[in-house]
C-alpha cells in the first residue's frame, strides 16, 4: 500500500432484524452518510450467529465483522 | 400530500426554501414547511405545514411539487369532516408537558442553559440537534456539571397549582442523568436536586441504586433560586433538610417537568360531558380505571393520571378491553376472506430467479446506476429475468410482476429496493398471488443501507448494490418453498388465581364471550383484597368483593375451582392441557389460553417487635382487624407507622409501591375517628404517586407528623410499661426523637409466592425478586414470551387495586386475540432438527430461550414448530449440525457470506 492510499477495511456486518438492522434502516431516512465498504448480512437474533459465519466472512477476505443485536 | 403516491423520498423537504423551528426537537434545531415529523413516523409520509408554508401563505413556490417524483404534492387537499358510527369510544389524548415559560421562579426563559427535560431528552438524541453530542445551548460546548430539578410544575400550589405528583421524573431524570454521563466525554458531574424520590416501579429502585453508584449526586433539598453567571453558568442557592442554605454553579439545568392536562383536552372533555379530577385528569374509579363517567366512553394513559409507558400500554390493552366487551357480539362482521391462487409445487425444480431492481423514483436511481445493476444481475447464476421497475411497490407493478413470474415460469424472487421490514409482506403477497410459496423471497436493500447513505459516492453505491444483489441471489437460490402450520384454537381460558386480577379477568373474558376455568387454591375468592379496607379514593372494599363474587357464581361461561391447585400442564398457544387437584379429585382442563394471576403474600418481619407485641401489627392485619371489628380506630391515641419493613433493602432491593398510600389511608382513618389521635408515620421517601399526592397534603393538614429515617438509622421499637416507644433520628433536628404509641403499624413489603412449579409448566420466566418477567418491560408489560400466557395483578409486581383490574382488563385483550380465531397460522421460518445427526447432548433445548425442543423417547432432540420463534439459537449452538433454521439456513447464510 502506497503512503496516499489510506487503508480502507471491508466489513460484514451481521445485523439482527429486530434492532441494528431496523437502525441501518433508519440511518438511511435520516440520510446519515457512511462509507461504503460495510455490507449487512440479516440475521433474524444474534443467538442464529454461529461461529463459522465468522470464519467464513475472514475467509472471504473481509477485514472486520461486526455482529450487533 | 396524497399519501398513496408519496414514498417519503424526502425531496419535497429537500427544495422547500422555507425553515422554522423544529417541533420535534422542542425548538433546537430547524425544520422544512415540507416535513415528517421524525424519522420513525408510521406511514413513513411527508406532509406540508400550510401555516408556513409560502405558497400557502403568499400564493408562490410549489418547488415541492415541481420536484416530487411521484406528483404526490396536492395543494387542493381539504380539511374533510366525517361521521364515524361506531360502538364505542376511546380517549387517548395524552398530556402536555409542563411549560415553565411564564414562572420566574424556573428561570427558564431567560436563561439559555436552564433547558426542560424534554428539550434534554432531544440534545441526548441520536436524532436530537446535536446528534447525541452532549452540548449546552447558549455556547454548545460540552458541559462538565449539569443539575436536575425535580417537581417542577408537580407537588406546587403556590403558583402553577398542580398539587399532584406527576409520576414519572424521577425516573426520567435519573434515566436522563446516567445517560448524560454515558455521553459525556469528561466525568460529568450529575446532581439530582429533589424532596422524594418516587421509584416505584418494576426494578426502579435498583436503577436509583445503580445510578448512585455511577456517581450520580443525589441532594434532598428545596431550590430557593437559580441565577446567572458572566459565562453562562448557573448558579443555584438552595437549602438542604437540616436547613443549611447553600450554593453551587452548574454549567445546565434541566428542569423536570411535569403532567399536565392540555387546555384543548380539558375543553374536549367538557364537551363529551367527561367528569374530571381535581387535578384535571379524567377521573375514573379504582374498580373501573379505564371507565369514564359517561357510558360507552373509556379513556387509557396520561389522560387518566401521571403515568409512565408500561401503565399506559397497560391501559391501553385494558380499554380495548373495555370497549370491545359491550360490542363483541360484532366482533368479524365487516372482515371479508381473502381468496389466493393454487400454489405452483416448485420443489426439485431447477432455480429460476427473477431479479427486480427498483429505482424509487430518484431515490435509489438518483444515486444507483440501476441500468447497470440491472445488466449485471442478468449475469448471476440462476438468473433468468431481470427487470428495472420504477416504483416496485406500485398496485400496478405488483400486478405486473405477479404477471411476470407466472409467465416466465420464475420460482424465486428477488427484490432489490428498500427494506424487508416494511416491504417483505407486501411482495411476499405478491408471490401469493401468483401461485408462488411465498418464503421462495429475498431483498436486496439497496435504498436504506446503499443510496440513502451513499449519496455522495454514486460509484461505490452502484458497486454496493450490485454485491448486496449478488449475495440476495446466492440466498433465494438455496431457498425452499416454506409451511405453515395451522393450529386449532380452544376456545376457553385457565385463569390461575382467584384475587381481584383473576375474577376480574374471568368477567371480562365472559363479557366477550368466552368460558374460563378460574382457579383458586383457597377456598374463597378474593384474595388479598379480602384483607383491604379501602381504595386509594377510599371506597370500601368488601363489598365491591361481594359484587364480584355474585357476578361470577351467575355467569354461566365461569366454572370456579376451588380448593385446587396445578397437577401438570402440557400444551401450547391454543392447546394447552392442564391437571387440576381438587377436593374431587382431578380434571383435565383444555384450554386456548392461560392468564396468571396468583398475586404475592405480605413480608412477615421479625423485627420492630413484630410477633412479640400484639400491638405491632401489619398493615392488613391492621385492616382486617377494622374490618372484623377487633380494632376501634377512634380507641387509637397514638399512631406510628413505619415505612420500608422488608422493601428497599438488601434483601428485597424494590419499592412496594402502594404501602406509602396505605399508610396515609390508615393514619387519615385514625384522624377521622379519633381527630385528637397523635399519627406520625416514620419514612424513607413518601412515595404518594400521582394524584395520591393529594392524600398525602390533606393527611398533613390533618396534623399527621411524617418524620423522615434512612437505612443506616433504622427506628428502634421498645416495649415499656406505659405503651410503646419508638425512637427515630430526626433529620431537621439532627437528633434522636422519642414517640410514644399504642398501635405501631408496620408497611410491611409485598413478596413474591416464587410459583417456581407454575413457571416450569407454562415456561415463564421469573426475575431475581420472583417477579414473573414480562416479554418486554415497556411494551408488552402483559405478555410472556411464550405465547398464549398472559399475567396480570402482584405476580408481576406490587400494585394498587385498581392497576391490578387494569392489568386483568389488557391480559383478557390480549388473550382474546388468540381466541377470536378459531385457527391460527404459525409463520413457516422455524428451526427443525436432523435426528441422524443429534446425539442428544441436550446443548440445543438448554440454550432455547422459548423451551421450544424437548427430547423424544428415543433421547433426541425435537423442535414444537408452535413454540419456536426463528431465533436459530439452537442451530448456532449444536456442536452436530443437527439443528437448522428454516428461511436462514446455514447453507443459505453461508452462501451470501461467500458471495461477499
Known amino acids: 500500500m502506497s503512503e496516499n492510499e489510506q487503508f480502507q477495511p471491508r466489513i460484514a456486518a451481521f445485523l439482527c432484524n429486530w434492532c441494528s438492522y431496523g437502525a441501518a434502516d433508519l440511518a438511511g431516512v435520516s440520510r446519515l452518510q457512511y462509507p461504503p465498504n460495510i455490507h449487512v ?5 444474534t443467538g442464529r450467529m454461529s461461529p463459522k459465519f465468522i470464519l467464513q466472512a475472514f475467509r472471504q477476505g473481509v477485514d472486520g465483522v461486526w455482529v450487533s443485536g | 400530500m396524497d399519501l398513496d403516491k408519496c414514498i417519503a423520498c424526502g425531496a419535497c423537504s429537500d427544495k422547500c426554501p422555507k425553515r422554522i423551528p423544529n417541533e420535534y426537537n422542542e425548538g433546537l434545531d430547524k425544520r422544512k414547511a415540507a416535513y415528517v415529523r421524525y424519522a420513525q413516523a408510521v406511514p413513513l409520509k411527508y406532509g406540508i405545514d400550510a401555516e408556513n408554508c409560502i405558497y400557502f401563505q403568499k400564493g408562490k413556490c410549489k418547488a415541492c411539487q415541481k420536484f416530487c417524483p411521484t406528483g404526490a404534492v396536492n395543494y387542493d387537499q381539504q380539511e374533510e369532516v366525517r361521521d364515524i358510527k361506531v360502538g364505542s369510544v376511546i380517549i387517548s389524548a395524552g398530556f402536555k408537558p409542563f411549560d415553565p415559560t411564564p414562572y420566574v421562579q424556573y428561570s427558564y426563559a431567560n436563561f439559555p442553559n436552564v433547558v426542560t427535560a424534554l428539550e434534554f431528552e432531544r440534545i441526548l438524541a441520536a436524532s436530537g440537534p446535536w446528534m447525541g453530542h452532549l452540548v449546552r445551548p447558549s455556547d454548545e460546548a460540552e458541559p462538565k456539571k449539569i443539575a436536575w430539578i425535580q417537581c417542577v410544575g408537580s407537588r406546587e400550589v403556590n403558583t402553577c397549582d398542580h ?16 445517560i448524560a454521563k454515558e455521553h459525556s466525554h469528561t466525568d460529568l ?19 436509583y441504586e445503580g445510578a448512585q453508584e455511577d456517581g450520580v449526586r443525589f441532594i434532598r433539598s428545596r431550590i430557593h433560586s437559580i441565577s446567572e453567571l458572566e459565562d453562562r453558568s448557573l448558579q443555584i442557592e438552595y437549602a438542604t433538610e437540616d436547613g443549611q442554605a447553600r450554593m453551587e454553579t452548574f454549567d445546565m439545568v434541566v428542569l423536570s417537568q411535569g403532567l399536565e392536562t392540555a387546555p384543548e383536552t380539558i375543553e374536549l372533555c367538557q364537551k363529551l360531558d367527561i367528569n374530571l379530577s381535581p387535578g384535571k385528569f379524567i377521573s375514573t374509579s379504582c374498580f373501573e380505571p379505564v371507565t369514564t363517567s359517561r357510558p360507552g366512553v373509556y379513556v387509557c394513559g396520561a389522560l387518566a393520571g401521571p403515568k409512565d409507558i408500561p401503565l399506559s400500554v397497560m391501559e391501553a390493552s385494558a380499554a380495548a378491553c373495555a370497549a370491545a366487551g359491550k360490542l363483541s357480539s360484532a366482533r368479524g362482521s365487516l372482515a371479508q376472506e381473502q381468496e389466493f391462487p393454487e ?9 429460476r430467479v427473477g431479479v427486480f431492481v427498483c429505482s424509487c423514483g430518484i431515490n435509489i436511481a438518483g444515486v444507483v446506476d440501476v441500468e447497470a445493476v440491472a445488466e449485471y444481475a442478468k449475469t448471476l447464476p440462476y438468473v433468468t429475468y431481470v427487470r428495472n421497475n420504477l416504483f416496485s411497490c406500485s398496485q400496478d407493478t405488483q400486478d405486473k410482476m405477479a404477471e411476470v413470474i407466472a409467465e416466465e415460469g420464475l420460482n424465486r424472487v428477488v427484490v432489490a429496493a428498500c427494506t424487508p421490514r416494511t416491504h417483505e409482506p407486501l411482495f411476499q403477497e405478491t408471490l401469493v398471488n401468483a401461485g408462488l410459496n411465498k418464503y421462495l423471497f429475498e431483498m436486496a436493500n439497496i435504498r436504506n443501507q446503499d443510496s440513502w447513505v451513499h449519496s455522495g459516492d454514486p460509484a461505490a453505491a452502484t458497486e454496493k448494490a450490485k454485491d448486496l444483489i449478488r449475495m440476495a441471489v446466492a440466498k433465494a437460490a438455496l431457498l425452499a418453498p416454506l409451511q405453515e402450520v395451522q393450529l386449532e384454537v380452544t376456545p376457553g381460558a385457565l385463569i390461575i388465581g382467584g384475587g381481584v386480577s383473576g375474577m376480574n379477568a374471568a368477567l371480562n373474558l365472559a363479557a366477550q364471550g368466552y368460558t374460563s376455568h378460574l382457579v383458586e387454591r383457597d377456598n374463597a375468592l378474593g384474595g388479598n383484597a379480602r384483607s383491604l379496607r379501602v381504595t386509594a379514593q377510599n371506597q370500601p372494599i368488601a363489598p365491591y368483593l361481594d359484587e364480584l363474587r355474585e357476578r ?49 403474600g405480605e413480608y412477615k418481619p421479625n423485627e420492630y417487635l413484630y410477633g412479640q407485641d400484639p400491638r405491632v401489627m401489619t398493615h392488613l392485619e391492621i385492616d382486617q382487624a377494622v374490618l372484623g371489628g377487633e380494632l376501634d380506630l377512634s380507641e387509637v391515641n397514638k399512631a406510628v407507622f413505619i415505612q420500608c419493613v422488608g422493601s428497599r433493602d438488601p434483601e428485597r432491593p424494590y419499592c412496594s409501591k402502594v404501602c406509602c398510600t396505605h399508610s396515609v389511608e390508615s393514619a387519615l382513618a385514625i384522624k377521622e375517628a379519633n381527630p385528637e389521635a397523635q399519627v406520625v408515620i416514620l419514612y424513607r421517601d413518601i412515595r404518594t404517586f400521582g394524584e395520591r399526592e393529594l392524600l398525602y397534603k390533606e393527611a398533613r393538614s390533618k396534623g399527621v407528623l411524617f418524620v423522615r429515617y434512612d437505612l443506616e438509622h433504622k427506628p428502634e421499637v421498645k416495649a415499656t410499661d406505659d405503651g410503646l416507644l419508638v425512637t427515630v433520628r430526626d433529620h431537621v433536628l439532627d437528633r434522636d426523637l422519642l414517640i ?59 400494585k394498587p ?15 382474546v386475540t388468540v381466541l377470536s380465531s378459531k385457527e391460527m397460522m404459525l409463520p413457516g421460518t422455524v428451526a427443525f432438527i436432523d435426528q441422524r445427526k443429534c446425539v442428544g447432548c441436550g446443548v440445543c433445548w438448554t440454550v432455547c430461550p422459548y423451551q421450544a425442543i424437548t427430547q423424544d423417547d428415543k433421547g433426541l432432540a425435537v423442535v414444537n414448530e408452535a413454540l419456536c420463534k426463528g431465533c436459530g439459537t439452537c442451530v448456532a449452538s449444536c456442536r452436530s449440525g443437527a439443528p437448522n433454521l428454516r428461511g436462514f439456513t446455514n447453507q443459505g447464510v453461508m452462501a451470501q457470506i461467500m458471495a461477499l
Request: glycine share 8%; proline share 5%.
Open chain 1, 41 to 45: 448480512i440479516r440475521i433474524p437474533c
Open chain 2, 163 to 178: 398539587p399532584y405528583c406527576s409520576a414519572v421524573c424521577c425516573m426520567y431524570a435519573i434515566k436522563e442523568a446516567v
Open chain 2, 343 to 351: 400454489e405452483r409445487p416448485v420443489a426439485g425444480d431447477i432455480p
Open chain 2, 740 to 798: 410514644e404509641a399504642d398501635l405501631i403499624g408496620l408497611a410491611t413489603a409485598i413478596v413474591s409466592n416464587r410459583s417456581n412449579d407454575l413457571a416450569q409448566m407454562f415456561k415463564i420466566p421469573m426475575d431475581s425478586d420472583g417477579w414473573f418477567l414480562e416479554a418486554h418491560q415497556k411494551l408488552r408489560p402483559v405478555d410472556f414470551a411464550t405465547d398464549g400466557v398472559f399475567m396480570a395483578g402482584l405476580a408481576h409486581y406490587p
Open chain 2, 189 to 207: 458531574d450529575a446532581a439530582i436536586f429533589f424532596m422524594d424520590m418516587r421509584t416505584f416501579g418494576k426494578d426502579f429502585e435498583r436503577y
Open chain 2, 552 to 600: 361470577i357464581e351467575a355467569e354461566p361461561l365461569i366454572t370456579v375451582h376451588l380448593n385446587t391447585t396445578l397437577k401438570e400442564g402440557e400444551g401450547f398457544v391454543g392447546n394447552f392441557k392442564t391437571t387440576l387437584a381438587g377436593d374431587s379429585g382431578e380434571e383435565v382442563v383444555e384450554h386456548g389460553v392461560t392468564l396468571i394471576c396468583t398475586g404475592a
Open chain 2, 801 to 815: 387495586l385498581e392497576e391490578a383490574v387494569a392489568q386483568a382488563q389488557a391480559a383478557v385483550a390480549r388473550a
